[in-house]
């Protein structure tokens, strides 16, 4: 099993809806999770840190659930801009963060 | 201020030469990392430095791969006798003390190599 998995889309939803998307994790011990957006053929930008239970900015909320061992990202009333793959990432050992594949996200008109 | 700053931006090479990728971190960060993407897929670590400790070299996939870096700057990676599925996009990243729980890595452009 891969240390970080997602689904990797893509989901093609109108603007205006709200969408979500998970990456479970293999490492319970675990604890500093985040998730970054990657625009095509950039680098990848943070969107998001998770330290805790949850974390809410604006439009975008991520959630961890440490029992079922996921994070969650929730994008609402979405937007063109918010086209892009999503990428989410956890300390693995030391300071080194995994990766997984990300997760395709296309807003159409 | 200046970002994590990479060059070339753009490589092509011939199977089996080597090839210099360079990494200017944001000033001041002390950690450095060193990622790799295939097309299509997500970040592949490689390498990670930190201050003046040993750097943890855990991701190289191969004794071509090699990596320095001078002090708390500038870092190099090399590859010896590129193949073909060495192409890919090198990223480089910094944070400011590598501290699993509170730092941000910062993402430069990336290198992108093609390996002919």
Redesign the interface.
């Known amino acids: 099993r891969k240390e970080v998995e997602q689904d990797p889309g893509p989901f093609n939803v109108p603007e205006g809806a709200t969408v979500a998307f998970n990456c479970t994790y293999s490492n319970s011990a675990s604890q500093s999770f985040f998730w970054y957006r990657q625009d095509c053929r950039k680098e990848p930008k943070l969107l998001m840190s998770v330290y805790s239970s949850g974390n809410e900015d604006g439009r975008f909320t991520a959630q961890l659930n440490r029992a079922s061992q996921y994070i969650s990202l929730l994008i609402r009333d979405s937007k063109l801009s918010d086209s892009a793959t999503y990428l989410c990432g956890l300390y693995s050992s030391a300071s080194k963060i995994i990766f997984g594949s990300g997760t395709r996200l296309s807003i159409r008109p | 201020g200046a970002g994590v700053s990479q060059s070339p931006s753009n490589k092509v090479t011939e199977k089996g030469k080597d090839v210099e990728l360079r990494c200017d971190p944001i000033s001041g960060h002390t950690?450095l990392?060193w990622?790799r993407q295939r097309l299509g897929?997500?970040?592949e670590?490689l390498i990670?430095f930190?201050g003046n400790s040993a750097p943890?070299k855990?991701?190289l996939p191969s004794d071509r791969f090699s990596a320095e870096r001078t002090g708390e700057s500038v870092s190099t990676l090399t590859i010896q006798r590129t193949q073909q599925e060495d192409s890919a996009v090198y990223?480089c990243a910094s944070?400011l003390w590598?501290?699993?729980?509170t730092?941000?890595?910062?993402?430069?452009?990336?290198t992108r190599l093609t390996v002919l």
Do not use: I, V
Request: glycine share 20%.
């Open positions: 950690a990392y990622y897929q997500g970040l670590f990670y930190q943890d855990s991701g990223l944070s590598g501290t699993p729980n730092d941000t890595q910062y993402f430069g452009p990336g």
